[in-house]
């Protein structure tokens, strides 16, 4: 029983370790998480991210202000860059939503 605990415990943690920050929907709480990357430094990457929008690629990070080059060598293994999938849904559902004015609009011409 004690050596189950164990290995699923084990488990967790590598699954946890493993697991990338993607730059592009990262929190400042996941930032801060990163090895060398503090509140100040986290605060940095959110407003790079505001400013420039998301990141292209994982190298971006060493535009932002603080971040040097050894830091990022650092870091690089545990980043990640992806899309932000809230953007990319509301981006699908704006033509659906002009599709339905359209299509409103339509009826609305013949019903006249």
Known sequence: M???AIVLALAL???WAIAAVNLNTATKEELIALPGIGP???QAILDYRKANGAFKSVEELKDVKG???K???KLKPELTVAPAAVKAASAAA???AS???EIRA???HVRK
Do not use: C, D, N, T
């Open 2 to 4: 004690l050596r189950s």
């Open 106 to 108: 339509a009826e609305a």
């Open 99 to 101: 599709a339905k004015g």
């Open 71 to 73: 830091r990022f060598e």
């Open 13 to 15: 943690v590598s699954q």
């Open 67 to 69: 971040i040097s080059a």
């Open 40 to 42: 100040a430094k986290a």
């Open 94 to 96: 704006k033509p659906a």
